[in-house]
């Protein structure tokens, strides 16, 4: 059954009336891929079929996308998921309580196999298993001391970039290599409001990022105001994630009610999320937020600006300035529409949220240019 934060509707505001959404004969033929996914994909964990089903529902208008992934999801059927680590050692530490005293190796891993599928090879194995997430636990709270996180990353750097925006942490993105990207935070205790909760933000990141193979992280750590800082590495080879349960997916309320608004196509504009990469010079780069394309090859890039501290605003508006012949609309809070006039971008200056009829009209002036 759909909630009602999947409900697609359109409604008549002059007679006053509204419709359920339904789909046309030809959105029909989209579905057949992601009903492949739902069949081919055994023993893998919900969250990798979800994702993989909204891979293959890209065709789909964007806001059908999610009903649809969970009409599937409440027909397929999931094997209860191994035990929490917490849960996993209570087991396991109750079955050695009758062997007691455990002295014998073999007995402890036969013991520690019964707690995982597929069983530990070996007995170091089976403990990293029952203390992974302590291991994560620790790199997360010692991040709440770091003033400033680089992580540099190859393959994975789109995974990356959508976990640090949807976790709304202050970043930039430079070129690192020939392949290479580098991500550069600001780390909690740079902060000054909300150090807490960004801390909280920061914990969700690193749970998501140990779970991708290719990239490295360097965070400058300050323990105490007035000590020399300290350096902490971490790479996708710690395999802190190696055995984690999958973190809760983010949600972007801001940009899902942008795609779900605009929708698959209109006015002969279609939506992208971040494909784009625009240099910015020095190394720098922009990744916008999103690219609409026209059907006669136009296209505009949105890069959305939102409430951050006075310094990231300043950089960011620093780095939007460099921007040399590319069409960039830049949305910013009505209180910085006159420190953004001096862009060489088109301003939209939004209250709450992005209004198509704001939208559309400087989308449209692109082609006239």
Known sequence: MLT??????HWDKRARSISSDRLEDEAVAALAPALSVYRERLGQTRGQVRNAARRALEGLRPDRVEPVVKLLDDAATYERP???YAERRVDVFE???????????????ALLAGAFTPAPATHAEGLEGLYADYDLGQAQALLYAATEVTVEAGRDFKHILRYARLARLLHRVERAGADGYRFVF??????????RAYGVDFARFLAALVRLPDWRLEARIELRKGWRPLTFTLTGADHLGARSTPPPEFDSSLEAAIAKKFG??????RLIREGAVLPLGGGRLLVPDFVFRHEDGTEVALEIVGYWTPEYLADKLRRLAATRDVHLVVAVPRPLAVRAGRLPATVLPFKRRLLLRDLLPRLEAFRKR
């Open 4 to 9: 009602a934060a999947h409900r697609v509707y």
């Open 82 to 84: 191994p035990a929490r």
């Open 95 to 109: 079955a050695a309580a009758a062997h007691h005293p455990l002295l014998d190796a073999a007995d402890g891993l």
């Open 186 to 195: 600001d780390g909690p205790s740079s902060v000054l409001r909300r150090t």
């Open 264 to 269: 698959g196509k209109r006015a002969g504009w």
